[in-house]
């Protein structure tokens, strides 16, 4: 059987397990990611688990080097305290390891996105003061934006995500276009892909526009405009996903087994 | 010298209406039933300090002992939305919850103000961000040698901290490991500090990743075992992840989190 | 990724003339037997940077291999003078040594700021004093939100740091205890760090007060069994105290100090 | 016998042995000290083997809460940690314990003092870029004078050293004269004690001028002023230190004769 999405009533695999394990190829070995709760860790943590076992993660609780045999429910689970090379302060994990770009991989959710990969954690709808929806807000996320050397964005594509325009910029990818984040002092590169369900977006050279570059088995063009709330701009040399490999479905599906597990 | 106290005690006399509180902790050891006895007690109109608002700061909003909230993460780590956060700030339910809003790296970076004596900190955040439109203390400042911009913070000087901790000594010193987060800024940050621990031991033998908080920069320690679950105390317990996904429903309803609370906090003592 | 090389690899390749260099070291861990390395291979007009700048300074400037010299306390600890040092200083003895002078709390929050990716830290420091009329990057800052005057200094990025730690893994992360001084900070504040160790081992066993240095944060490891004598390294040696005793005799004539220089670090290899 | 340092020929105690004692008199059981080396640890582990066995000695390599069983010959000594409560790297010392006036004595040596406390410990004669002695610098001492909640020096006196303007002001005590540690924003109290082989000085409570309040049994007011570069203050209502009693001598005597020792 050709590698694809299967039947409609028996996925070989779901979209999310696509998402994740195309984020986690992105993860070379021997690098060091700065890596969110949900679905980064989940991709980082398979990447381990797979071809990067070398892989350094760093969560913002302080644990750097962090090795859990499991997927850890919070940033903060005992696992990751208990397999990290060191356990640093919170202070010291934001100024001696973030600030001064150390980190290679920043990944990161969002709740809304625009076509600059500018980020909204914060608030959606109505004003800051009374909003529609207050979300949790900016954690790590500012500083992750602007200082990892890259930024990966893991998040699913739909039009309430995938905005024309954030409602609150938690987090900067290219601000206004071309230029913008030298001029703000930013250092990292910023936003280098964005994986989704869908597929996979990446800024075009010139504009910095998130432009659809790969598209996952089974998934259309016409799928990723409709779930898009820009007019998406598709590249010339679209390509496809590989599949998931056995060996990394295994691995993920192991892994997220093991989810918050207290033992 | 820290004095050892009950926890009803250290409460009572520490934490009063009105007073800028934090009750530090990242994930780990974070002062579940001291958040409670001040529910218990009845505080109102404090502002509640912490980088990380999670389920206790969610139980205190929604008792209405806040007024004022300064954070930089409102949520249920890897569960989602804090309900009663959202519901107050989104509807002033049961009271109006005032917002000052950052990011990670500014609060640490004002606690580390805090416990150095330094009225401000400097770090590259924020730069580009929303925050600086709705968080007024978030201001640029120049490099006196280059000339560069960065971003300067005021330090936070709560007037009570609270932190949980696995073991303190008969004289008061406390010992923590494991994530330690910034709970020895937060502690020397502030002008009061209440430190709850598992057990006071004759003497604190030296664990790895210890922090050592000196008795004479403590005001009160009180002997709480358990006092962090649902969260844990490295060593001692392991997180109840699975209260974390419970409180998602038992929070989402203003009634069933009013009906929780009266059976599992106001109703019991100190012993809950 | 740290690589393991040999010490007079490590030096010839990190060191070069003309560099910024910080072997750094409170007392303890002192990187002895690499700035032994440095006078044998030759090095010239170095900037040596250091808080304390003890015999090995004295060694490295009377051996003419340093310019200037960045510090906050020049002397041989609990004995008094460094007598190279205050040749150089007051005779030009064997060459001219500019100095660069601060407090100690300002050199170390010029490693906070080098470490932190920074261009400069505020502290109160300095004011009042003789330092900032002789030391131009000592500056006056204002905190943007009280107005209330403070003192900044720049950051510090040495070319290359050198410390002594007790222990490495095969795979170059670095632990070192007891007394860590401003290692980490000197080490993440530079373009390029050599650490030499007591042992490397297979594994690094947790040991209370450690501070670990990721190998990815190191450029190379050098195995050196005694690299800190006659300073020390906690859990393997204890200070020669006696050595820092007879250093102010050896140190005080030129020529005995030549002659015991040639003896014990010019005609001996690594394993002095 | 009557207290007194003896006969010429065989002092009971010698000046150097009744000023550390005098200066480990002023440390209060409970209080935290920062302590430099040589005679201010040697006064400060005195207190703790006397009166004062809960006073908590911070030292600049970062050792809280030290307790040493014997003299250590450096600030580095490895009893130094091994005997700490906790053991912190040397900014955090000076940031988090020195800065915000956490410490209730910093005790401080120099080479030169004036009337107003002010101390030099860098260079003496020439100028600075020429000087005729190079001394070791700084080190702590300009924030421990500036940041202790008082400060108390240590230091024999001879007109070489209590002189009329310091060469260089390495540390602050009360500056050129009243309001001037409230202009600088010192927030220390400054010198409150100068404890010397020959007596005390405290700071006049109007002019802030060090004046002789106390002398050592068998001192003399014309030993003082020989001893002093400028013209000596003596106070109304001089006192005589107490003796060492028999207990504080012992407990000196058997420190000093493990300094430095290495087991």
């Not at chain 1, 949790?136 to 039009?159: F, K, W």
């Not at chain 1, 989704?196 to 799928?223: F, I, K, M, N, Y």
């Not at chain 1, 496809?240 to 060996?247: H, L, M």
């Amino acid at each position: 059987m050709s590698p694809g999405p299967g039947t409609e009533d028996r996925p070989e695999w779901t979209a999310d397990e696509m998402m994740t394990v195309a984020a986690s190829r992105q993860l070379r070995d021997g690098t060091a990611c700065f890596v969110g709760i949900g679905l980064p860790s989940t991709a980082a943590n398979l990447a381990r688990a797979t071809h990067a076992p070398n892989l350094v993660l760093i969560y913002e609780s302080g644990c750097l080097g962090a090795k859990p045999d499991r997927l850890p429910l919070s940033i903060g689970d005992g696992i990751l305290a208990d397999t990290a090379e060191s356990v640093v302060s919170v202070p010291e994990v934001f100024n001696y390891w973030l600030q001064p770009g150390r980190i290679d991989v920043g990944f990161l959710g969002a709740a809304q996105l625009d076509r600059l990969g500018n980020l909204n954690t914060t608030v959606i709808g109505g004003s800051y003061e009374d909003p529609k929806v207050r979300l949790p807000g900016a954690g790590g996320a500012p500083e992750i934006a602007a200082s990892c050397r890259e930024v990966v964005v893991v998040v699913r594509q739909t039009p309430r995500t995938f905005v024309d325009t954030v409602d609150f910029v938690t987090s900067v990818g290219y601000g206004r276009g071309p230029g913008d984040r030298e001029r703000l002092g930013l250092r990292g590169g910023g936003p280098r892909l964005v994986i989704t369900d869908l597929g996979v977006l990446e800024p075009d050279p010139d504009s910095l526009e998130l432009t659809l570059t790969r598209l996952h088995p089974g998934a259309t063009v016409a799928q990723a405009r409709a779930a898009t709330g820009w007019p998406l701009a598709v590249s010339d040399d679209l390509v496809t996903s590989d599949p998931p490999t056995d060996v990394e479905l295994t691995a993920l599906r192991a892994l997220t087994a093991t989810l918050g597990a207290r033992a | 010298m820290a004095r050892i106290v009950s926890l009803a005690d250290g409460i009572a006399e520490l934490v009063s209406d009105g007073d800028v509180v934090a009750l530090e902790g990242f994930t780990h050891l974070i002062p579940f039933a001291a958040g409670h006895e001040i529910i218990r007690q009845g505080r109102r109109d404090l502002t509640l300090v912490r980088m990380t608002p999670d389920v206790i700061y969610d139980q205190l909003i929604g008792m209405g002992c806040a007024s004022h909230l300064v954070f930089s993460w409102g949520g249920n780590p890897g569960v989602g939305s804090l309900h009663r956060f959202r519901d107050a700030v989104q509807n002033s339910w049961p009271t109006r919850l005032e917002l000052e809003e950052h990011s990670h790296a500014g609060m640490a970076n004002r606690y580390v103000a805090g416990a150095s004596g330094l009225p401000f900190a400097v770090l590259r955040g924020y730069t580009g961000t929303d925050l600086p439109r709705h968080t007024p203390n978030i201001k640029a400042i120049s490099c006196p040698f280059t000339g560069e911009l960065l971003t300067a913070v005021p330090a936070l000087r709560p007037d009570v901290t609270v932190v949980h901790a696995q073991r303190a000594d008969r004289a008061g010193n406390v010992q923590l490991w494991g994530i330690t987060g910034v709970q020895k800024e937060a502690v020397l940050a502030a002008h009061r500090s209440l430190v709850t621990v598992e057990e006071v031991v004759d003497r604190l033998e030296p664990v790895p990743g210890q922090v050592i908080l000196p008795s004479w920069v403590v005001t009160a320690v009180a002997e709480v075992p358990g006092g962090s679950h649902p969260s844990y105390a490295q060593g001692y317990s392991v997180r109840d992840n699975d209260f974390y996904v419970g409180w998602d429903e038992i929070s989402r309803d203003r009634d069933t989190f009013r009906q929780w609370m009266e059976r599992h906090v106001l109703e019991v003592g100190e012993l809950e």
